[in-house]
């Protein structure tokens, strides 16, 4: 991780979960931390339970990335005060519990467009910044089980999912076309998707507490493997399961 000392790595979903646990680990391995969440709030927590020398390391911005205005208001705020994203990842994402057929458009809207079209958005801006700067990022797409398949839910429980899977298997697309596009624009920009399996965060829907279950800190010392694997290693998927997963 030596290489990304004293860079900018910006975390969507910053404020919970895996978001919160990889923008901790970050800021404790040296690099400058660029939280992006909805909840403020909880990131200034975070920032004041961090030790008096790490907390200036982190930095709390208000970003719905379903919002094009809005990410683009973060992104240039990163750019003006920071100089630029190193490192993203796209964690920041939503369910809302129902079915498909009979939850309102809105709430499935929603979800299209913070776990897909907030990552293209996300993704863009920072690509955008590490080239002009000739920077060799890393891009980390925060995937799911259900982006290769439908999971039944536990016991006699009503599918809940609708959306979510529908958005994680066009992540699971983004990952491969985000390869060769950088590929083909000559950078040296790497992508990893990251693929936990029954993780205990918010997100989690009812019923599937019964399961066993990864800490979202599993989850972020994933993603910081990848980060420091040296500069001719490309991890592209990383799937993290809990021991004695079902599915």
């Given at each position: 991780?030596?290489?990304?000392?004293?860079?900018?790595?910006?975390?969507?979903?910053?404020?919970?979960?895996?978001?919160?646990?990889?923008?901790?680990?970050?800021?404790?391995?040296?690099v400058i931390v660029v939280?992006?969440?909805?909840?403020?709030?909880?990131?200034?927590?975070?920032?004041?339970?961090?030790?008096?020398?790490?907390?200036?390391?982190?930095?709390?911005?208000?970003?719905?990335?379903?919002?094009?205005?809005?990410?683009?208001?973060?992104?240039?705020?990163?750019?003006?005060?920071?100089?630029?994203?190193?490192?993203?990842?796209?964690?920041?994402?939503?369910?809302?519990?129902?079915?498909?057929?009979?939850?309102?458009?809105?709430?499935?809207?929603?979800?299209?467009?913070?776990?897909?079209?907030?990552?293209?958005?996300?993704?863009?801006?920072?690509?955008?910044?590490?080239?002009?700067?000739?920077?060799?990022?890393h891009v980390v797409l925060i995937?799911?089980?259900?982006?290769?398949?439908?999971?039944?839910?536990?016991?006699?429980?009503?599918?809940?999912?609708?959306?979510?899977?529908?958005?994680?298997?066009?992540?699971?697309?983004?990952?491969?076309?985000?390869?060769?596009?950088?590929?083909?624009?000559?950078?040296?920009?790497?992508?990893?998707?990251?693929?936990?399996?029954?993780?205990?965060?918010?997100?989690?829907?009812?019923?599937?507490?019964?399961?066993?279950?990864?800490?979202?800190?599993?989850?972020?010392?994933?993603?910081?493997?990848?980060?420091?694997?040296?500069?001719?290693?490309?991890?592209?998927?990383?799937?993290?399961?809990?021991?004695?997963?079902?599915?």
């Amino acid at each position: 991780m030596e290489r990304w000392h004293d860079r900018v790595a910006v975390v969507t979903g910053a404020s919970s979960g895996i978001g919160a646990a990889v923008a901790r680990q970050l800021v404790s391995a040296g690099v400058i931390v660029v939280g992006l969440a909805r909840r403020v709030d909880r990131m200034e927590v975070m920032k004041e339970q961090l030790p008096p020398e790490l907390q200036g390391r982190l930095h709390a911005i208000h970003c719905d990335v379903g919002d094009l205005d809005s990410v683009t208001a973060a992104f240039d705020w990163i750019e003006e005060q920071l100089g630029g994203c190193d490192i993203l990842v796209n964690n920041a994402g939503c369910l809302n519990p129902g079915q498909l057929l009979t939850l309102e458009l809105e709430q499935l809207q929603q979800v299209l467009n913070v776990n897909l079209m907030g990552v293209v958005i996300c993704t863009r801006r920072a690509f955008r910044s590490m080239q002009q700067r000739e920077v060799d990022g890393h891009v980390v797409l925060i995937n799911s089980l259900t982006g290769r398949n439908i999971i039944n839910p536990p016991g006699d429980e009503l599918q809940v999912l609708n959306m979510y899977p529908l958005t994680k298997h066009g992540v699971t697309a983004l990952l491969e076309v985000l390869r060769q596009e950088l590929r083909g624009f000559k950078t040296k920009i790497k992508v990893t998707s990251i693929t936990p399996g029954v993780t205990d965060t918010e997100i989690l829907p009812a019923g599937y507490g019964i399961l066993p279950m990864l800490k979202p800190d599993d989850i972020a010392a994933g993603i910081m493997y990848v980060l420091g694997t040296p500069a001719h290693v490309q991890v592209h998927e990383l799937t993290i399961k809990p021991l004695g997963e079902p599915f």
